[in-house]
């Protein structure tokens, strides 16, 4: 039997050194016989190729609408937040399907130390 999975892939973004630190978080709806097929599916694809993190869940009931929203900025504590709760397994069905080479903090760390590195 095929479901439909909801996946959110979060992406480092570059900011000025005066802004917060912020992630994009791209979302997709893909039908599969489980949650690692699903995502079998769109991991090389804009959506998850080059994510920090992804998070997948099986969907119960899909309404998709023109205002549907794919793409939309979050601060880094958001996506942190969300990521911490969803590990706890206080999202429900929400896991961790990917995690990338770096960390976020790990981004924003070689950020900052490159905007220090400018001023020597």
């Known amino acids: 039997m095929r479901k439909i999975f909801s996946f959110a892939a979060?992406?480092?973004i570059q900011v000025q050194s005066h802004e917060l630190p912020?992630?994009?978080?791209?979302?997709?709806c893909v039908e599969g016989k489980d949650i690692q097929s699903a995502f079998a599916k769109i991991k090389d694809f804009?959506?998850?190729a080059g994510a920090v993190?992804?998070?997948g869940s099986e969907v119960q009931h899909l309404c998709i609408t023109h205002h549907e929203q794919l793409v939309r900025e979050e601060t880094h504590a958001q996506w942190e937040r969300f990521a911490q709760l969803a590990r706890e397994g206080?999202?429900?069905?929400w896991q961790c399907v990917y995690t990338g080479p770096k960390t976020l903090e790990t981004l924003r760390d070689e950020s900052f130390a490159g905007f220090m590195a400018s001023f020597n």
């Open 10 to 12: 979060a992406h480092y």
């Open 46 to 48: 804009d959506t998850c």
């Open 22 to 28: 912020r992630v994009e978080v791209r979302a997709a």
């Open 90 to 93: 206080e999202l429900g069905e």
């Open 53 to 55: 993190e992804v998070f």
